[in-house]
């Protein structure tokens, strides 16, 4: 017999390099294999902190996407109308050369002129540095519409929040629940954790309208109908609180449930916390029975115990707390319509977190010592572990929603103990230690200070002296005075409007604000081109840089090419959103593992080029010379204070190389190429638990340069901004709310987490829109990049509209039908499709697949501009007028948030189109098309 001669062991690559997946935002670490200088194939790494080895379908795609025919490939200037698509090519010095006589004018005269917004790169510390330098108050990165209640609500709350400040303690919890989170958003750690939870039998229970990924495989699941999750977490805090099934030891130690509250109604401070002289909030100490600093060594704080003073008795937080949830307003009876969840199911949920909580309870065998100086035998805690993100977070009650999970968390005493939610370093880190918003402008002249921040009253808003806004956005207002992201979503149309100014250049990083990444897409793919009475556009310059020729970039007037993320440097920052772990602080990089084939460059580095030529103060040396050759200089030889960089890791101290603190290190990036692209300094055993109160962990985040000092806190169940906030509402201090806000800020901006309905419904007859509409991301894309990945593209090819069982047979829908959706905004065309595990009255699509003609180099026939479509062009960045002559934003009142996720639509059958509508005309590609097949051999 002849056998045929097989090589079982093929030479898989002459070499691989370890770097970073950039394929979506969760930054797996990878071993890119390499033949004869090209990318042969991906695979995850296995030494990384974040995968273990672990590849996604969109990480193993990358290599598509670097070859992908729609990068962009030099410079290019706008020849055509805006919105044409019609550009050409230039130089790089012709590019950078425009854009500092652009901007060098507005920077010595009127640098609020320049409005710079980044999308979802992942180096803002950079970004935001840079902006601050150039001195405009115009800078944010997406949050704003992504999901700032959550990191905003999570801050305020416990110093941290959800995916990149704190995860489930896959080892311990015993029953995990998991809020509307989209399969895209921390893909692998969740996958990789879920996975855990099944392999101890541990319960998953998903609280979500929609039935796929992570919720396909959840022992149970809540279908709840959208924008209630908020009111279902009430009445679970309702039910434990009658029960009793609450862990006061926790409140008492770790919150401020017994911190007292100025209980006076006729005080300037009331509901403000009690104080010592030192300003330290007071509850009573139960050795003394007298009120006592919540800090003090030994101090045992009661939780019931109230203070007599002046003929007033001031009372605890935990009284507040109790009187509220244990209305009946939160009994399961009373929820249970509004919630689509019925009493009996809710009963049994929080019966289910009572049992795990209280009667597996976990007990780790390691002594630890807390701030107030008290030893702790053992790490004790509830193995009830949670997690939530968009779909809780994109509503216009989303940021009390967060807080009032986070109130069920730390009830429980489920937050940094054995078995719950983990902070990941830099975190934990309460509001009060971060930057205050800044949008000081001095003409020539740096901002005086970091954009974004937490504030802590009416004094930080970002206001002028007449009252107006400082930003373009509007953040830190009194319409949105939390907005601890910007507000993204609202610059193009205030540009426009000329509302609080006109701003003079857009300038925007990877955000495809024409398409998907906008509410009202057709409303803003007018409003960036739309022209004056001198027929001069409105929006007078627009830079825009990414990678691929996406919907935007035809509204550009430059456009900068970036490279893919494998033709660069990135840090992956403390600073910033680093790759940290609960049991360690970890940061990485990316670096040129293939050169550019094309006349791009990295954005970070243009930025730099850009910043010295228009002599920023922090990017040229004193004879005016750059500072910094490029991104990579920057990575290395940058300090945010001294000792402090970009990278942790392998820095230099008197003694040679160390980690944390110390100087700058020449070697740094090789080193991080060495080491696999990443560091991590792991945390000990006695600090890895218990971190905002624990000695050990404060001593190690200082010494590694996280903090400069210790800084413990309390969990805030009530959050005094917000109540400062309040109390300008009720006409107290000296800055006060206009009159239309006073009634809004007093209901949204409560201490203590409430549940209020979506604001679209009270805008709208609910009868007329009964249909709740959504999106979500898939596993298997990453917004538009995902789409238009060659191998991505056959798994979400185009996007029908899922239908539920009654909407579905009410209407005798057939398979391929077509729906008209209509919302108080618009109509929309679309294919439908019938899907069973489905909340009954909502209807949804996958998030950014369908593509206009002409964009990311895909032909006009492509299914994705044929039959995918959005339902971004339902959605108004303002709520419909309701009568009061005033227009009110589509978004959270605290935060900003955009509220995506509100949209209410009703649904009629239509006869099939021959495509999807809107249809909008095609744009030029200014990347030509790609080919009809994309093959290549490496080698044989
Ligand atoms: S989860 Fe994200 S970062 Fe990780 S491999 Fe997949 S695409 Fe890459």
Redesign the pocket.
Known sequence: MTQPKLNTSPKVSDEIKKT?????????G?NVHMKEGRVAYIE?NRDHP??KG???????A?IMQVNAPSRLRAPLLRVGPRGSGEFKEISWEEALGLATSWLKPLRETAPEKLAFFTGRDQSQSFTGWWAQNFGTPNFAAHGGFCSVNMAAAGIYTMGGAFWEFGSPDWEHARLFLLFGVAE?H????IKMGLGKLKERGARIVGVNPVRTGYNAIADDWFSITPGSDGLLVLSLVHLLLKAGKIDLDFLARFTNAPVLLDSDPASANHGLFLRDPEGRPLVIDRRTGKPAPWDGEGVEPDLSATHRTAGVTHRPVFHALVERYLSDDYAPEAVADRTGISAARIRALAAEIARTAFEEAVTLDREWTDFRGVTHKTMTGRPVAMHAMRGVSAHSNGFQTARAIHLLQSLIGAVETPGSMRFKPPYPKPATSHPKPHCKVTPGKPLDGPHLGYPQGPADLCLTADGKPARIDKAFTWENPLSAHGLMHMVISNAHAGDPYKIDTLFLYMANMSWNSSMNTSGVMQMLSDTDENGDYVIPRIIYSDAYSSEMVAYADLILPDTTYLERHDCISLLDRPISEPGGAADAIRYPVIQPDRDVRGFQSVLLDLGARLGLPAMVNQDGSPKFADYADYIINHERKPGIGPLHGFRMGEKGVQHGRGAPNAAQIDEYIRAGGFHVSHIPDEAAYFKPWNRAYQDWAVKLGLYDKPDPYLIQLWVEPLRRFQLAAEGKGPAQPPEHLRAQIHHTLDPLPLWYAPFLDDAIDPAEYPIHALTQRPMAM?HSWGTQNAWLRQIHGHNPLFVPTAIWQEHSFQDGDWAEVTSPHGTITVPVVHMAALNPHTVWTWNAIGKRKGAWALSEDAPEATKGFLLNHLIHELLPPKGDGLRWSNSDPVTGQAAWFDLRVKIARAVAPPESQPNHPPQKSPVGKGPKTLSWQVRK
């Open positions: 970073t997946c950039y394929m979506c935002a969760c930054r797996c990878i995850g974040i995968n672990v590849l996604c379908a969109k990480g193993s990358g895209d921390d893909s692998n750690p990453y």
